[in-house]
């Protein structure tokens, strides 16, 4: 079993930066993906970002496409989230989570394991 916590959230000023880290534990993969995905309040969650472990691709949804940068550091089982100019509408409780599929990873169902999430809130 993975075990998946998030750091990095709070609250920032539009405009400005955070990076968010998630650390792996447990039964991590040496292949496969992790990504992340967002909730807003009265909003489904959504996906963010997703990065493959093996070859390092990155996959980014259209709202966050050259703000925000997904990295993994697969010796120490880590993915940040680098988000930068950051809008009111990317308040939401940010989710980390970890697979072993390289496909579909914009879907919620190709994860297996998820963290608690963290809060990040833009003011404007």
């Known amino acids: 079993q993975v075990q998946l916590v998030e750091s990095g959230g709070g609250l920032v000023q539009a405009g400005g930066s955070l990076r968010l880290s998630c650390a792996g534990s447990?039964?991590?993969?040496?292949?496969?993906?992790m990504g992340w995905f967002r909730q807003a309040p009265g909003k489904d969650r959504e996906f963010v970002a997703a990065v493959t472990k093996t070859y390092g691709s990155t996959y980014y949804a259209d709202s966050v496409k050259g703000r925000f940068i997904i990295s993994r550091d697969n010796a120490k089982n880590t993915v940040h989230l680098q988000m930068n100019s950051l809008k009111p509408e990317d308040t939401a409780v940010y989710y980390c989570?970890?697979?072993?599929?390289?496909?579909?990873?914009?879907?919620?169902?190709?994860?297996?394991?998820w963290g608690q999430g963290t809060q990040v809130t833009v003011s404007s």
């Open positions: 447990g039964r991590t993969s040496s292949s496969g993906a």
């Open positions: 989570a970890a697979g072993t599929r390289t496909f579909g990873l914009r879907l919620q169902g190709s994860y297996d394991a």
